[in-house]
Each structure stands twice: as C-alpha cells, then as structure tokens.
C-alpha cells in the first residue's frame, strides 16, 4: 500500500495531466458531433477489430465440428437426392437442399459419413480403417464412395469402426459401366498402379474411346448406378474372347483419403433374398 502511495506522490504531476487531458477530451466528444462521430468510428474500428480476431480464433478451434457439420449435412442431400432421382432426370441442388428426407419406404440408398484412421495403399490386399461401425448403422458388405468416386467395400464392422476392402484389393470386384451406354464390364486391381484400375470382359461392341468416363453400373445391390470410377486411359481388344480389357485412371486419390460415405441400401434384403429363391427354384 505504501508503494503505491509514493508512486502516486511520484507522479503527481503525470497523473494530473492524464487526468484533465482525458477530461477535456470526453467534454470535446460530448459537446460536438463531428468530434463524437469521429470518437465512435474509431471505436467501432478498435472493437470490431478485437472481435474479428477472437471470431478467427474460435472458428479456428471449431474447424472440427463444423467439418462434421458438413460431411452430415452432404451424407443428407445424398440421401434425398437418391430417394427423388429417377432415371437422368436432373434434380435441382436448391430445391434438394430445402426438401425433407422422404418416409423410409422412398429411400433405397441412404449415406453416412466416416472417418478414415487407416489407408493401406501400398500392397497388394490393402485395407481401410474407418472410425465407425454397428452404432453408427455400418455393415458388412455396405459400398464406400467420396465425392469423388468409390472406395471400397465394408469387409468387417465392431461397434465404433470398421474395416474396408479397398479398391486397390485383388479381391475387390464390381460391376461398372461405360457412361452414356449399358456396356458393362468387371472392376478389378492387378496390383501395380494405386491410380490405375482394370475392367476385364466389357463387350466388344462397347463403343469405347479413351477419355471415356467409368462409373457403377447399379446391377449389384452395394453401390447405385452412376458413381464415378474413373476415366479410360487405355484399352486392349481380346480378339480370341471379343472382349475389352480397360486400364482406367481412378477419380480418387486412394493414397489421400480423410472423409468418406458409406451407402446404405435398404432394398437389399429384399433382393438377395428373392434372387435367393430364383436361384433355388
């Protein structure tokens, strides 16, 4: 207390100063009106700055959230537009955006984001991990796609994540289309290339250019028709089979992957199981 008692003594002087210099400004700003405008721009200037700069740091640490926010937001309009489109007909992104998720009965594909904690791109039978499994509605055998092309197949699911059967898998297999045309051929991966893919026995008639955009056919009940795979960078011609081998370049970047959707086909019970007893019959 002492301290600050000789401080005050100190600068006695100073603080008179301060004191009447502060009061003569206060009855400026309060006595004219330029001078007051000109005080309360540049307030607005001063707080409006420290206000942007904590809002920047905020967001900053929101990132995250607002990350999901969207990848749930996407994973929803999917849903919808694969519940309102039928056949080429284009829907308009506005009007998706504004519409309600339709009544179960209506939805055949319905999408769920995850995150991948794991990419394998390296061997030959890679594997994906995503974080999310059984409690987020992830199965076996559901399809896994990202804005840009397919990914994979679910191969195994516990209740927080999952497992992948990558693309760039030997196993992996899937039917696939030329767009534009119903020429259909087989997806696989001969190891090598982790940008490359192969469709083996696509029909010769298959009026097949390079350039050309691959894309799912709908023919399996895991992905719908029309998902990009990929684009024809070269092609051979079987002469003793009259079938095409393709070697296509993958949409995605399957060594960079952060986000994904895995498709739900709610039908896909009922199919396999009526295909089951066509095949039994």
Do not use: C
């Amino acid at each position: 207390m002492q301290q600050i008692i000789n401080f005050l003594i100190r600068n006695k002087h100073f603080l008179l100063f301060a004191f009447l210099l502060m009061l003569s400004l206060v009855f400026t700003i309060q006595s004219h009106s330029y001078h007051r405008s000109k005080f309360v721009n540049s307030a607005n200037w001063f707080t409006g700055g420290i206000y942007g700069s904590v809002s920047s740091v905020q967001d900053y640490f929101n990132l995250k959230t607002y990350n999901q926010q969207l990848l749930e937001e996407n994973a929803r309009l999917r849903t919808i537009v694969s519940a309102t489109k039928t056949g080429n007909e284009s829907i308009d992104p506005l009007t998706a955006a504004n519409s309600p998720i339709p009544a179960d009965s209506t939805v055949q594909y319905a999408y769920n984001p995850a995150k991948v904690i794991n990419n394998n791109y390296a061997k030959t039978d890679n594997f994906i991990t995503l974080k999310g499994g059984g409690s987020s509605n992830i199965k076996k055998d559901q399809g896994v796609i990202t804005s840009q092309g397919i990914v994979g197949i679910i191969d195994n699911t516990s209740s927080s994540y999952s497992t992948v059967l990558s693309i760039l898998n030997s196993n992996f297999t899937t039917q696939v289309k030329l767009k534009g045309s119903e020429h259909f051929g087989t997806l696989q991966w001969d190891g090598k290339s982790p940008n490359v893919v192969q469709v083996i026995d696509m029909q010769q008639q298959a009026p097949v250019t390079k350039g050309d955009t691959i894309e799912t056919s709908g023919k399996s009940a895991i992905f719908p028709k029309g998902i990009p795979v990929g684009v024809v960078q070269d092609y051979t011609l079987d002469s003793s089979k009259n079938f095409y081998t393709l070697s296509v370049k993958l949409m995605n970047d399957m060594t960079s992957l952060g986000h994904v959707y895995v498709i739900e086909n709610k039908a896909r019970v009922e199919i396999e199981q009526l295909e089951k007893e066509n095949y039994e019959e």
